[in-house]
């Protein structure tokens, strides 16, 4: 069976805006085949199959009684440009066989297997649009009402996107997109809590001037203060036990090889399991880039695009989770977003990762381990059995 997880998964790589690559954006043309091809997958499961007013797919495995509670399983259908086959789509193929895996057995509970139209915020900056639908927190914006009017949905329609109340809870199975279960040999970690993170954009304002005739002393040089800065932001990440910094992007202006670098802007991506631990150094870093500004006479500014809080997973389910799962388990933060971050302002959230060969994630390269798959199966099967034990 976890060949044919494999297997699915590549097959639906193939769906692509573009030849040769993976890349798959909320609600694009090749979403349609997508639908298609999983929606089919979920019927052969005995599932009823429907696509909701933001393009969430859903398959329901209805219980041995009409007023069970529901279980959610699911993760995103969307890609970041040039993807691997894995990322997202693996959660939903999971949860469809898991279903099959039933073989027709009714649980005490409701089982619906959720595919989010849109996790990675490529098509309109925005991330999480299917997910927040699905919590009760829709994003209203005109650009997306009318990419969904183009899919052929109704965008008027979305509050009928919410989950239903009195959910058991929501479990997502996700690849780790990073390199710590290969490191210690595991194939599975157990998702404790995804960081909060915070995205800024730092400007430093210098003067622009020719490169050739204005002395180093008289120089106002935006582009190496930005540098001394990009290295203070390392340090201060590896001074700080959890701490994760990154600036990922520079601009800098006019841009031209004989020209001093008049203003340099820089991205700022800072995550830790703590809040208060992130914010702090947030705070340090936006301090220290002032400082390197007023030594050298660079004016700095700072604009916040994200401040997310940690989001700690359900501990009963995830207790569950790990019961189900056994001794063969590593304890994890995830330092990505998920969709289970935001359902879990809604219901008890729990998330299983599998690990990444090379800690290779977004890329053509990325891929599971059959054997992974056959683990991650597994738990997922005591997972539901232990949930009927409950309610049954």
């Not at 639908?35 to 041995?64: C, F, K, P, T």
């Not at 789509?89 to 099959?100: A, H, Q, R």
């Not at 139209?117 to 991330?127: A, D, N, T, Y």
């Not at 997973?313 to 989770?321: H, Q, R, V």
């Amino acid at each position: 069976m976890e060949h044919e997880v494999i297997a699915r998964c590549r097959r639906l790589a193939d769906y692509s805006e573009e030849p040769g690559y993976i890349t798959r954006t909320f609600l694009s043309p090749p979403m349609h085949e997508i639908h298609a091809l999983l929606g089919a997958w979920m019927e052969q499961a005995g599932m009823g199959v429907h696509v909701d007013a933001i393009g969430n797919l859903r398959g329901v495995y209805h219980a041995s009684r009409a007023d069970a509670p529901r279980l959610y399983l699911g993760s995103h259908l969307d890609t970041v440009p040039h993807a691997g086959a894995f990322d997202g789509i693996l959660g939903v193929v999971l949860g469809v066989t898991l279903v099959e895996q039933l073989a027709g057995k009714r649980m005490p509970f409701h089982i619906e297997v959720i595919g989010f139209s849109e996790e990675e915020g490529v098509r309109f900056g925005v991330p999480f649009i299917g997910s927040r639908a699905f919590a009760g927190d829709a994003i209203r914006d005109s650009r997306i009402d009318e990419a969904a009017r183009a899919f052929g949905l109704d965008p008027s329609r979305i509050s009928e996107a919410q989950a239903d109340g009195g959910a058991i809870g929501y479990l997502e199975f996700h690849i780790e997109q990073g390199p710590v279960l290969e490191s210690l040999g595991l194939p599975l970690g157990l998702v404790e809590a995804i960081v909060g993170q915070s995205r800024l954009t730092v400007r430093l304002h210098g003067q622009a001037n020719h490169a050739g005739t204005t002395p180093m002393p008289l120089r106002r040089d935006a582009m190496p203060a930005a540098a001394e800065w990009i290295t203070a932001v390392e340090r201060e990440a590896r001074a700080t036990d959890g701490l994760v910094a990154t600036v990922g992007r520079i601009n800098a202006r006019p841009g031209a090889a004989n020209v001093i670098a008049g203003t340099v802007e820089a991205s700022l991506d800072v995550r830790h399991p703590i809040d208060a631990v992130r914010t702090a150094a947030v705070t340090r870093l936006v301090r220290c880039a002032e400082q390197i500004g007023a030594r050298r006479g660079i004016t700095v500014s700072s604009e916040t695009h994200l401040d997310q809080d940690a989001v700690p997973m359900n501990p009963e389910l995830t207790g569950i989770l790990e019961r189900a799962s056994g001794a063969n388990l590593h304890r994890m933060t995830s330092g990505a977003g998920h969709d289970a971050m935001i359902v879990a302002r809604r219901m008890p959230a729990a998330m299983l990762f599998l690990r990444s060969p090379g800690g290779i994630s977004h890329h053509r390269d990325e891929t599971v381990l059959p054997e992974d798959v056959a683990a991650a199966l597994a738990s997922g099967m005591r997972f539901l059995e232990y949930l009927e034990a409950q309610h049954g």
